[in-house]
Nanobody
Framework: QVQLVESGGGLVQAGGSLRLSCAAS????????IGWFRQPPGKEREFIMG????????NYVDSVKGRFTISRDNERNTVYLQMNNLKSEDTAIYYC???????????????WGRGTQVTVSS
């Protein structure tokens, strides 16, 4: 079993940066692919970026291309989401989740964190 805890959210001005962390417990962390999702106010949860278990593969949606970067440190059981040039439309609750495969669909993720709020002011 894997437990995930997100941190690093907060209030930032448009154009600013934040780095989110997803800290995991459990010996099997290194065998899971990790995805970042977000849920904007009044909207459904959406996939934004994912990273493979070994850290060599990534996938992402077009809306964050060139602005967000995902990385992981399996020795620290942590995945990072570096977010640059933030826009007001990035305002959302951000979640990390663990899946045995590289997936975009939320239903394929087995474990979820509780989320961290990111608010971008314009």
């Amino acid at each position: 079993q894997v437990q995930l805890v997100e941190s690093g959210g907060g209030l930032v001005q448009a154009g600013g940066s934040l780095r989110l962390s997803c800290a995991a417990s459990g010996r099997t962390f290194g065998t899971y692919n990790i995805g970042w999702f977000r849920q904007p106010p009044g909207k459904e949860r959406e996939f934004i970026m994912g990273i493979s278990d070994d850290g060599y593969g990534t996938n992402y949606v077009d809306s964050v291309k060139g602005r967000f970067t995902i990385s992981r440190d399996n020795e620290r059981n942590t995945v990072y989401l570096q977010m640059n040039n933030l826009k007001s439309e990035d305002t959302a609750i951000y979640y990390c989740a663990a899946s045995p495969e590289m997936a975009l669909a939320a239903e394929l993720y087995e474990y979820w964190g509780r989320g961290t709020q990111v608010t971008v002011s314009s």
